[in-house]
């Protein structure tokens, strides 16, 4: 199965990385979701929740703001100022 390859970076050190199914994200213009095979997207932060659906179906929560995802060629890149996990 075709997954995502997904990094989340704070200004000061690497959040989360591993695979995914799906990435659902906050973005200035709403909320975006993502999967395997997503036409490359370059995107700016909302405040708010980045969701991502890791291969085993759980889910891996983190609060980003002021910074940009972009994903090209399956992998994902969320660079945010502020950035840490959720619960």
């Given at each position: 199965?075709?997954?995502l390859t997904v990094s989340v970076v704070a200004a000061d050190r690497e959040v989360w990385a591993?695979?995914?199914k799906q990435i659902i994200a906050r973005t200035v213009v709403g909320e975006i979701g993502l999967l395997p095979g997503h036409q490359p997207v370059l995107?700016?932060?909302g405040a708010g929740e980045v969701r991502i659906t890791t291969e085993d179906g759980s889910v891996v929560r983190a609060n980003a703001e002021e910074g940009f995802l972009s994903l090209d060629h399956d992998t994902v890149t969320i660079v945010a100022q502020n950035?840490?996990?959720v619960g």
């Open positions: 199965m075709a997954e591993g695979t995914a995107a700016i932060l950035a840490e996990l």
